[in-house]
């Protein structure tokens, strides 16, 4: 693009002219090519914290030969001070922890002698290409822009996070706060008037609804925070960390109290109790106000089931969105508890025993408990984390296979990071041949390219020329086989798109 074909013109007018200016020895190395062995032969000039009265400035002169039979002379300033440890330039940094600084014509002299100036440009073309600049250098490390993303606080990101359409589950979860809400103020006025120890365990359910899905609506919205630095895979694992807690709340509150309080009820059986037919509207009206909470989780996991090609009951056990998982839980244990109410209540307007009461407290309560219970099991397998099903990961690698430069793949390993986010590590065993073919479009011989190919090798006429060919085959084949590198990663970033995945961490290695 423009701004590398400006950076490439200002560089070689450098190699042709430098400017009598220091650059560190990590520009030295990452720009000019040297190595550290290079660097010793140049002596460097080191940034002091405050400047020795009794400085003295000295003219080291070192004679290089040449490439092209000629000498070049690099002449170095320095100070008394420094030159007692300029044999130990080894290190980046000096005892007082500063880098070394060069003067800019000794680094490019140095630079001539040991390479053409077309691999010169060559490998500066490449350092700009790789976003190798000190200005990309964060970007370059962690892969994103850390100075825009992960600076903004939790509280923050609550109160300006995305709408609830674009984040997953959150939708269902803010129905279900608003509907529990309605219905535990209903159910916590009907137990007072009534006394009835049924209609107050399910409140209390009711209760232990609005406070975990309150709790795991905040947990969705953080769970949606950009990746930064420290998090470079994002917070998708925050969403099981918040269902988590948020059953223990429901098992506490709406389970574990009033189960005690329904046992409690079975030995001090009440006298009486308000009408039965407040108590039965109640739970009719409770059972239909939790359906439309229940359709919607039941649609959303329906959906979804269904894109994966497997059952509904059978994603339920292996599925891995645990926001509608536990919200369709939830509701289905209010299904559950409406019922058990209503025929509680029958029981006592025929019979006129409050101890179906009870017996229903109980039952309401022992559901709640056993419903929390195997949702915590469920969520602590995807807190751990789940590798993908094995039999798509060894579609993908017969997929990866089958490509002409892959001879194989090993050491595979994949992780579900959250609902919609995946990571896949593999390592990569390329066909040499098939790369070099590639790049010198060798399908054949002979053939044109062959021809060319001969060419080039006959025209070989010193040392220096087949060093040049020899690193400028050798570095084609490095950016051939990143190239190749970056195709096989596509390859698997749509494999993980058509399996329903949105975000992706692939780490590819040479095997």
Known sequence: ??????????????????????????????????????????TPVRKQPSESKDKITTTTTTNIPASTNTTTTITTTTSSSSSSSSSNSSSVLDTEGM??????PDVVAMARVISSEEMILDRYR???????????????????????????????????????????????VLLAIKQNIAIGSIKLLVAYLTGSAAVFADAMHSVADVLNATYRYAGIN????????RHPYGYERLRYVFTDRSTLILLGVGGIFPLLHGIEQLYSVPSELGS???????????GILETPALLRSY????????????????????????????????????????TAGVIASMQYYLTSDPIYDSIASVVIASTVCLGSGLILGKNAKALVGETLPVDEVEHLVFKLEEDDTVNSVHDVKTEVLGVDTVRFKAEIEFNAEAITRKIKKLYEIPSPASAELLDQVQQLKSEVHVEDW????????????????????????????????KNFYIDLELW
């Open 126 to 172: 490449h350092y700009l290409e790789s976003g190798r600049e000190e200005k990309y250098r964060r970007s370059k490390i962690y892969g994103m822009n850390q100075m825009e993303k992960g600076t903004d606080s939790w509280v923050s990101h609550l109160l300006h996070s995305r709408k609830d359409s674009d984040i997953q589950g959150a939708d269902v």
């Open 276 to 286: 039965p037919w407040v108590m039965g509207a109640l739970f009719v009206t409770v």
């Open 470 to 501: 020899l690193m400028k085959n050798n570095a084609d084949y490095q950016t051939a086989l990143s190239s190749e590198l970056q195709r096989i990663e596509n390859m698997v970033k749509k494999h993980l798109k058509d399996a329903n995945f």
């Open 99 to 104: 880098e070394e600084q060069y003067w800019l």
């Open 299 to 338: 649609s959303a996991l329906l959906k979804k089931a269904t894109k994966n090609g497997i059952s509904l009951a059978s994603y339920l056990r292996h599925g891995n969105d645990m926001i509608n998982i536990t919200t369709f839980a939830e509701c289905s244990l209010g299904v559950i508890a409406a």
């Open 1 to 42: 693009n423009t701004y590398i074909k400006r950076r490439l013109d200002r560089f070689k007018e450098q190699l042709q002219n430098p400017d009598h200016v220091l650059i560190s020895a990590t520009q030295a190395r990452s720009e000019y090519g040297l190595t550290r062995k290079h660097l010793t032969k140049i």
């Open 222 to 229: 953080l769970a949606n925070r950009d990746p930064d630095y």
